[in-house]
């Protein structure tokens, strides 16, 4: 069974740290792609950060870079959100997804290039 389980989310204070893990089951993550998104209550899903199969490379939206890191360990299947100095608005259920297609570090892929998405962790940050 093909399966993304997202872990880590917790309630945090703002300037905090936290790191989600993405571990995926029933395949092998270091073919895919790998897209970390965020759902807001009353807002529209949004991507966060993108990781693809070569050489590591990475897409950050504006307003997590300098804070948010995405990396892979392809021996565990598993891929991380590193988060640092967390605000308020931060607040969202993570989510993960895996695809395959063609990844290139100047453009954000589109949502709907992700095959598999994970069922989400929630992160809250609030003092």
């Known amino acids: 069974q093909v399966q993304l389980v997202e872990s880590g989310g917790a309630l945090v204070q703002p300037g905090g740290s936290l790191s989600l893990s993405c571990v995926a089951s029933?395949?092998?993550?270091?073919?895919?792609?790998i897209g970390w998104f965020r759902q807001a209550p009353g807002k529209e899903r949004e991507g966060v950060s993108y990781?693809?199969?070569?050489?590591?490379?990475?897409f950050d939206r504006d307003s997590v870079k300098g804070r948010f890191t995405i990396d892979r360990d392809n021996a565990k299947n598993t891929v991380y959100l590193h988060m640092n100095s967390l605000k308020s608005e931060d607040t969202a259920v993570y989510y993960c997804?895996?695809?395959?297609?063609?990844?290139?570090?100047?453009?954000?892929?589109?949502?709907?290039?992700?095959?598999?998405w994970g069922q989400g962790t929630q992160v809250t940050v609030s003092s």
């Open positions: 990781i693809g199969t070569r050489d590591g490379s990475t």
């Open positions: 997804a895996a695809g395959l297609f063609a990844f290139y570090s100047d453009y954000e892929p589109a949502d709907d290039l992700f095959d598999y």
């Open positions: 029933g395949f092998t993550l270091d073919v895919y792609n």
